[in-house]
């Protein structure tokens, strides 16, 4: 049992950032608009997750402007995304 838990990684226990990186695993990129609405969060509390996973280089993000407004870009890096595998893993070994 100990080692299962070992293999959980912190930084996805919060439900919010685990809802970040399991939408950003399974797409290429999402907006910041679209991450929001996804989870039903406000900017403040999204934008504090994403900057959470951000220094620990699982996400990354590209600015560029579409129609003259900001719009910012998520995506999972190499490094979060066998972060994340691992993390669950440990979860569905523990259900087992």
Do not use: C, W
């Not at 907006?31 to 996804?38: A, M, R, W």
């Not at 989870?39 to 900057?51: E, F, I, Q, R």
Request: glycine share 4%; net charge positive; hydrophobic share 40%.
């Amino acid at each position: 049992m100990k080692e299962l838990l070992k293999n959980l990684n912190k930084a996805f226990e919060n439900k919010i950032r685990l809802g970040i990186m399991s939408a950003l695993v399974v797409n290429e990129y999402l907006d910041f608009n679209t991450l929001k609405d996804l989870l039903g969060v406000t900017d403040g509390n999204l934008a504090s997750h994403l900057k959470s996973l951000e220094k620990r280089k699982y996400i990354t993000f590209k600015k560029e402007f579409l129609d003259r407004k900001p719009n910012t870009k998520y995506s999972a890096t190499t490094e979060g995304q066998k972060a994340f595998e691992k993390h669950i893993k440990a979860i569905e070994e523990l259900l087992k």
